[in-house]
């Protein structure tokens, strides 16, 4: 009974969040209200506000589901993996869920909307928090993972902070690339100039 409970639970969440995805993108932020998106969804305001404190919360909870789904990946990934191997298929995996196949380009007005979206300056600092938060747990998944204390050693949190700037840093290419080009490759192309110790393109042909 308990998992049946939680699976609608986690059913209605997504409900609102894509309810609240949905309609920011053909309002505009500034035109939904927290009741519109309940409505949406299905359920009543009180509903909504028993899974989320504002629509800010409710469109940056999917990088929270995200982050969470980094963090999982990346402990079942196989024990004798490279690590930076092990992270970037972790991070594919919980992008892929969202963005899907590698090969998917987005459509061109979507990406329009959604550079509008996180231009909000009040979704920027929910996103904000929430990317603090995803950064620790990923710390501690890589710490498990190198045998180091997310507690007491700089490691793990270097390793976080690296991978979720990265991550920005490609997304926000993503966003502006013209014409539109598929998330994942540029996931992997970031990561692994990582991997490499950002080597000097100069150098290496590379860019």
């Known amino acids: 009974m308990s998992g049946l409970r939680e699976r609608k639970k986690q059913a209605t969440r997504e409900a609102l969040m894509s309810a609240a995805l949905r309609l920011t993108l053909e309002r505009g932020l500034a035109n939904v209200r927290n009741e519109d998106i309940a409505a949406e969804a299905g359920v009543s305001p009180r509903t909504f506000s028993n899974y989320f ?36 298929e972790a991070t594919v995996q919980a992008w892929e869920l969202h963005t899907g196949p590698e090969a998917r380009a987005p459509e061109q007005d979507r990406l329009a909307a959604t550079r509008l979206l996180v231009d909000e300056p009040g979704l920027q600092a ?26 007491r050693d700089l490691y793990p949190h270097l390793v976080a902070g690296t991978v979720t700037t990265a991550v920005q840093v490609a997304v926000g290419h993503w966003l502006y690339a013209d014409p539109p080009i598929p998330l994942v490759p540029l996931l992997r192309d970031a990561l692994r100039r990582l991997a490499a110790g950002l080597p000097d393109p100069s150098t290496q042909g590379d860019t």
Not at 56 to 85: K, S, V
Request: no cysteine.
């Open 53 to 88: 404190s504002s629509k800010y919360e409710a469109l940056a909870a999917r990088h929270t589901d995200r982050a969470a789904h980094q963090a999982a990946a990346l402990r079942a990934r196989p024990p004798g993996e490279p690590l930076w191997q092990a992270l970037t």
């Open 126 to 151: 929910e996103a904000l928090k929430l990317a603090q938060s995803s950064q620790r747990e990923l710390a501690v998944a890589v710490a498990e993972r190198t045998g180091t204390d997310a507690g």
